[in-house]
């Protein structure tokens, strides 16, 4: 199976590789970043090391996972993207961080939108959603100009809350009618 999951206009995405650490490391280690992922803490290398081994599974069990995005005019890895059942969840979940120089560039709605392509296209899901920190307003657009509606307000029951968005095959051979990239 090739390691390019998909391409766009500007980026590369592809499978995890074990040289990824420290570029999965300065995204998910900096607290700036994960101030609206999961618990809102950093992670550690050993947490990394594992997050590689539970992605390749998840390529072996649904053939998808977490992705590495690079630039195609410049290398490296910039940050990742990929589709994943947090926790066991039903729902393919989008998810998606990038290292802060390249926020507010559109990579994060370019991976997006290419994801989803990819999710409807190679992998036939019908159905997508993302969770955000409601007051991840960044990421709500990014989530609407890639096609995705805004859901329910989840109450999480420990006084917080998530935002829900979904994206819902519009019909055969389409993906999404309202998005821009």
């Known amino acids: 199976m090739t390691e390019v999951v998909f391409s766009t206009e500007r980026l590369i995405?592809?499978?995890?590789?074990d040289c990824d650490l420290p570029a999965l490391l300065a995204v998910y280690g900096d607290a700036e970043t994960m101030r609206w992922v999961g618990d809102g803490r950093p992670i550690t290398e050993e947490a990394c090391v594992q997050w590689i081994e539970v992605t390749r599974a998840n390529y072996e069990k649904r053939g998808y996972g977490m992705f590495a995005v690079e630039e195609k005019a410049a290398p490296g890895v910039i940050g990742f993207c990929g589709i994943v059942h947090p926790g066991g969840q039903a729902e393919p979940e989008i998810k998606y961080a990038f290292v802060r120089s390249h926020w507010g560039r559109g990579v994060a709605t370019e991976a997006v939108?290419?994801?989803?392509?990819?999710?409807?296209?190679?992998?036939?899901?019908?159905?997508?959603?993302a969770t955000t920190a409601p007051a991840?307003?960044?990421?709500?657009?990014?989530?609407?100009?890639?096609?995705?509606?805004?859901?329910?307000?989840?109450?999480?029951?420990?006084?917080?809350?998530?935002?829900?968005?979904?994206w819902h095959r519009q019909a055969l051979g389409?993906?999404?009618?309202?998005?821009?990239?």
């Open 136 to 166: 991840n307003v960044a990421s709500h657009r990014v989530l609407l100009k890639a096609g995705m509606e805004y859901g329910v307000l989840r109450d999480d029951g420990d006084e917080s809350h998530t935002q829900l968005f979904h």
């Open 13 to 17: 995405v592809r499978r995890w590789r």
């Open 174 to 181: 389409s993906t999404s009618t309202n998005r821009s990239p």
């Open 113 to 129: 939108v290419g994801l989803i392509d990819y999710a409807a296209t190679s992998l036939g899901l019908q159905y997508i959603i």
